[in-house]
Structures are given as structure tokens and as C-alpha cells.
């Protein structure tokens, strides 16, 4: 099933680069491949909510964790809020996230997945040690729904995801 979304578009273009590189006769080296597929990545980043930066993770309100995981355990944590009582529709609510000291990020981009699927993001500079913080829905041209958001914290220039949080809306 094909999507509209950039992540679908970017798993597309990849597959397509994939199944020419098997075809044979297509004239590129591995490394030239994998050189198309990574800024083929990082053009869907730009462009759209996250690109490879929003996984098929959901935020549960009652342990405020993600399922699963998106962060990476072999790093300093990467810190985040957001409310932790449901706020009213038509609310804005601060979403932020404490850059670890060690972090390379520039920058990040934090999309939300509202509770039909549908994603926003927006995005802001990261300084390590200090807060990036975003609101919702204001900074994201986006009206919120009632029920659960996930928020996917990732890396602005890498789509890579850093974190997981999320919020409730009555």
C-alpha cells in the first residue's frame, strides 16, 4: 500500500533505488546507491513531518512512554516535556526537549501524530544543554483533535529520531 506521507515517499524512493541496484545494468556502485538513498532521506526531512524521524510508535498517557522506543540507549537521554494532564481543545500547549551536552544536532523537529494518524511538525534550533521548545498547535499551522498526540523528537538535518513523548486532548 502506497502513502502520501514522506516517509512513505522516501521508502519508495529508496525501494526503487534498491530494485534498480538488483536489475543490474544501472551503472552505480554501491556507495553512489546508498549516497542517492540518504538524500533522497534527507529531502523528505526537509520537506515533511520528520521523513524517517516519525516511526510507527504511539505515546500511552498512563505510563507516559512511547511503544516502542525511539530513543537510543547508548546516549546521554535526551529529556523532554510536555503536559501531563489533559489540556482543552483549542489550548496551546509547550512541547520541549533538553539537548544532551555530547549531542551533534542543530537542530530538531518535533512531530506530532494526532490521534487519526494524521502528522504536523515543526522545527527549532538545538543548543546542547539547553531547552529547544516548540508550541503546539501554533507553531505547526495545525488545529489539535481531541485524544492522544505522539510526539517524535529527530534530528532536523538526519531524520533520525531522538526521543518520544506525547500529551492528551479533551
Known sequence: ML???????????????????????HGYSP???????????????????????VPDTLFDPTTYMCTPAVD??????WRTTAPR?????????ELGVLVPEDAEASAVTASVIG????????GTDAEPGEWSRVRYPDDFDESAESGVHTVVWSDAE???PLTCDGFEVD
Open 31 to 53: 556507495e553512489e546507491l546508498n549516497d542517492m538513498i540518504v538524500d533522497t532521506v534527507r529531502a523528505s526531512a526537509r520537506e515533511g513531518a520528520g521523513g524517517l524521524g
Open 158 to 160: 538526519s531524520g533520525t
Open 72 to 77: 537510543d540507549r547508548s546516549t546521554d537521554a
Open 115 to 122: 490521534p487519526g494518524g494524521g502528522a504536523a511538525a515543526a
Open 85 to 93: 494532564s489533559p489540556v482543552d481543545v483549542g489550548d496551546s500547549v
Open 3 to 25: 502513502t502520501t506521507k514522506p516517509l512513505g515517499a522516501a521508502l519508495c524512493g529508496a525501494a526503487v533505488l534498491l530494485v534498480t541496484a538488483c536489475g543490474g545494468g
